[in-house]
């Protein structure tokens, strides 16, 4: 692996690209620590010394590297961008043009995109506007921190901060796709990437002066232990063999090929997990708002904002497994598969073409999503474990939606970088 990244730098054009992704990257994390015009930096800081930067604005602090607890230029970081992605593909299930766009392929697939940037700018906008409103009044941001964040609220104020927000989350999607253009590729999971392991250093420090030196050589052996068992299960597919009947073409023959489907064991990725920690922010969104003390605002803040409770990890399991199957049924689907195949004279060995086909796909489908969707719920309540032994939950660095993260968008990079290097003839590290 060692030798085959060597040869990646020793490939001139190859190299370039690299070091091309590594100046953006840089980039984007030295936008993460710029604070926002009319934000105090020095109050910010020092409510940050001794502040839980956990619970409500968790997720999205995660894919900001810890920016949106700043409110810096990129505070917002990735989030806007997911969120309009993951909206404009389920609108291509409900809305008949977007799914017509998706079948047009290349010159349908841009419209998407340019919908999804539009979105995102929309978004940014909303979620600025909500961040700053927040921010307002102290503590609301950093919880027991009575500092002003924003000293002087003025209208013109506010509006600076949101436009300069938005840009940031514009230069964002830029810089994702100079990434993708001119780097080693997938430009927006390299920037979600870098965010999420910006906080790793930090956070594995912080357990070894807060827990002593045993402790935190133990999170380590765990981790490693953890970030093995995703690889593996990442890797993890079922092959279902597909073969093409020969056609002739005047006097020339086609087709006569096998190849295969492949059904990866976690086929929905870590879209599950997000919308789960999502829609349970919402009832803790709601009472921070509202302020409210009656009896259901006790009950919120009791069973669903600690995550050491039973119901919490049930309920987060359950949805992180509901969303796991409602999400592959919504991009995987075994009927178009099917007529695909049927099409161009594919077919199953064993398994008649058209609707058998189908039937026999969302069989393996279902039952390869099952292991899946524990896969998934296990390993997002890794930081509620750790929550338990060691009282760290958002500091533990080996929490699941970051390794999910990080080790999918390493491996896809890695791929990328060895498909390049066999292209030249050279050999991959991934075998």
Do not use: H
């Amino acid at each position: 692996m060692l030798s085959a990244f060597g040869m990646a730098f020793k490939t001139p054009e190859l190299r370039k690209k690299i070091f091309f992704t590594l100046s953006i990257m840089a980039l984007f994390r030295f936008g993460s620590v710029v604070p926002t015009p009319g934000v105090s930096y020095t109050n910010v800081q020092q409510c940050l010394a001794g502040a839980d930067q956990g619970g409500l604005f968790g997720l999205i602090n995660l894919f900001s590297g810890g920016a949106l607890i700043q409110l810096s230029v990129f505070a917002l970081g990735i989030m806007p961008y997911i969120t309009a992605s993951i909206i404009v593909q389920l609108l291509t299930v409900v809305i008949p043009r977007f799914e017509t766009l998706k079948k047009e392929g290349q010159s349908g697939t841009a419209k998407l995109t340019q919908y999804t940037r539009y979105l995102t700018i929309g978004l940014a906008v909303l979620q600025s506007t909500g961040l700053i409103a927040v921010a307002r009044t102290p503590g609301r941001l950093i919880a027991g921190c009575d500092l002003p964040i924003i000293p002087i609220d003025s209208w013109e104020r506010i509006i600076t901060m949101i436009i300069v927000m938005t840009a940031g989350t514009s230069v964002i999607m830029w810089l994702g796709e100079l990434i993708t253009d001119r780097g080693v590729g997938n430009g927006m999971s390299i920037l979600i990437f870098t965010s999420i392991s910006a906080s790793f250093p930090t956070q594995l420090w912080s357990i070894r002066i807060d827990r002593g030196l045993a402790t935190f050589i133990f999170v380590l052996l765990i981790g490693l232990l953890v970030i093995a068992a995703v690889v593996f299960v990442e890797q993890a597919q079922r092959r279902i063999p597909v073969q093409y009947a020969k056609r002739m073409v005047g006097r020339q023959a086609y087709g006569g090929t096998s190849t295969y489907i492949p059904i990866k064991v976690n086929q929905a990725g870590v879209i599950p997990v997000i919308f789960a920690s999502s829609l349970l922010y919402i009832p803790s969104l709601i009472v921070n708002f509202t302020g409210s003390t009656s009896a259901w605002a006790v009950w919120i803040q009791r069973n669903l904002v600690n995550g050491d409770n039973i119901f919490y990890i049930t309920a987060y399991a359950g949805m992180i497994i509901f969303f796991t199957y409602f999400y592959v049924a919504i991009t995987f689907n075994p009927d178009e598969v099917a007529d695909n195949m049927k099409k161009y004279g594919g077919f199953i060995p064993g398994i008649r073409a058209g609707r058998p086909t189908s039937e026999y796909l969302q069989y393996v489908l279902s039952r390869i999503i099952a292991p899946g969707s524990l896969y998934l719920a296990l390993v997002a309540i890794i930081p509620i474990i750790a929550l338990v032994l060691f009282g760290a939950s958002q500091n533990f660095p080996f929490g699941g939606t970051a390794i999910l993260i990080v080790v999918g968008v390493g491996l896809d990079t890695a791929k990328q970088i060895e498909s390049q290097l066999q292209q030249r003839s050279y050999e991959g590290f991934l075998r």
